[in-house]
């Protein structure tokens, strides 16, 4: 309201009277006009931040998701997500849809009539999503999703699949590996683009070239769903067999083990394996250890929280363009992986 | 015959079906003649309002809270989704954690009774809850999992004795004298009530209670692991044991304790514990039950808010995935 006031040359409370619409027979027409002008130019939403301190509203901050509190996948998203937004002093109030759509309108409006200073959208996994309509007073971040048009109006954060997916071939190849399996899945088609991406580019790196009939896909990621593709690749004879396969995901994983084990291949001597998610309870409860990648979902909640909280406080001319931020994806390091049997 | 509607009202009535809705909400502007028409037809039809749609007009809030400990915990999140498929698409549900900050759980329960939710669902932190009792009229709330421990609300949990007393008791049918308790802090509701079921179900097989069994902190891995070795070297080591949640359980794992085990046996099931080590023997909440009958309290309440509050215990179930076996040798009970 101030930057108004200034802006017209009037006071604050001028501009608070028009503002909540009680400028009649106070206030020159024509100047409540202007400052109704400005009041638009500047994005400016009645009061909402102001209003909230005013009555010492607990300060919020909204999170739409589509189904992440239901997937216990995501839940290190949140946790981070919660725990910095709590050392701010902030509340975070989540809505999820439950992956329905049409639910994210009422969701977001729902939120927004909370006062929320600013507002995450979450997915469950990698995907596009469409930018929800909020004033534009209020800071958006995506979390684990970009935006379904322009990728520069907003900030967002997504891991760096690709990283990830060339960091896990590349521990194989420096193992020794040249044969080299990849189970993708189908389903996530952003994730299996860019972590296919990965594949090939880390084994161009090596020059190996890529040989499609080590590449498999899944429909989905839960374990069974692998079985079929790891017989694919697993059921052969051993000089048509990989040495070595890195899997879209832990589960999938689980399900490479499963097979090796009904085919006899010990893991990792016959068969290494490296996995993607770093899934709590699956990776380090497989036998051995599955080597994997860490899906850094707390450092994005964390992330995406610290960044909304840098515009809430931030002078609108001081605040950053949006950034979309390929989190790093790291490599944990178990036992599933060693060097190729006809290398030693 | 398909449950009348309030156009089957308003057709009987003769009016229109707007009128209806102004009688249902008890709006003026509305004939004493045609009001009593309408509640005639409605009796005539055993019309009931359906209470989420009566939600969706009052759009004011539309929303409903559940307020709980950590939504990052896999029992917090099967919870939220069953309120909102209980609720349906009529209200949304927002869902705050309070990471057991009572003055947190306040300001929010506050800020969200000054009419931002129509209803709360709450999992209380432990302590005090006066001020429940002064929220702005017409804000229902029910608690669920635990209750408030001073203030009278409607109340939906899990029978924790009875899952309780059901696990011990298999173990002891297996044999074992020995069994230890491992849970959180004795001062979480749900913990007090497991371990009287604990005790129900030595009392009832006259095995004597012993202190040194019963081990009950907030989850901590290496505190955990140190008693876990500890209790290797009592007199009369465990031959069983018991986790009272799930977070006891996990921290139990983080620990080496290997819980696929016949053995073993943990309260509340999560995610996986069907595959990790074989599978995990659980005393199961229904979280789906819980869920939507905390909804379907809270959306009562929402109609009557004189009612009298009760009380709702939903049954637990054990999961046996390890056939019992041998009663073990105590070395089989270490990490």
Redesign the interface.
Known sequence: MKDIAAEVGVSVSAVSLVLNGRDAGRINPAVAHRIRSYADAFGYVPNQLARSLKSK??QTIGLVSDRV????FS??M??GA??TA?RHGY??????T?G?D??QT??VQ??L??NIDALIVAATYHRQVEIPQVPSTTPIAFLDGRPSTDERTVDYVVPDEEQGAFDAVQHLIDAGHRRIGFCTVSAYPIADRLRTRGYERALAAAGIRPDPSLMVAAEDAS?RFAIAPARTLLDRPAEKRPTAVFCFGDQIAMGFYHVARALGLTIPSDLSIVGFDNQE??AE?LEPGLTTVQLPHRAMGEWAVERVLGRITAAPHQRHDPTGLRMHCPLVVRGSVSMPRDHS | MSRATIRDVARLAAVSVKTVSRVLNKEPYVADGTRDRVSAAMRELSYRPNPAAQGLRRAA???IAFVCE?????FA??L??SI??AVG?EY??????M?GDPA?ER??IE?LASG?ADGIILGPTPGPKGYLARLPRGTALVCLDRPAPDVATDVVLSDNVGGMTDAVRHLVDAGHKRIAYLGDAPAVFTQQERLLGYRAALDAAGIAYDKELIYQHAPDDQRLKKHLSWLMQVREPPTAVVSANSLTT?SL?HAGFDVGRSNFIGFDD???AD???GGINVIAQDADALGAEATHTLLRRMQDNAAPVRTTRLATKLVLRQTPGEPASADRVEP
């Open positions: 509203q607990t509190a239901t997937v216990p839940s290190h949140l946790a919660q725990e709590w509340l975070l109030m989540l809505v999820d439950g329905n049409t639910v009422p969701a729902s939120l009539q909370r374990t309870f699956v409860a | 809030s539309g929303s950590d939504i990052s915990e896999p999140a099967q939220a989704l909102d498929r698409n949304v549900v927002i869902v705050a954690s990471m947190r300001e929010t800020s931002y996990l794992v999560f995610p996986l595959v990790l080590y």
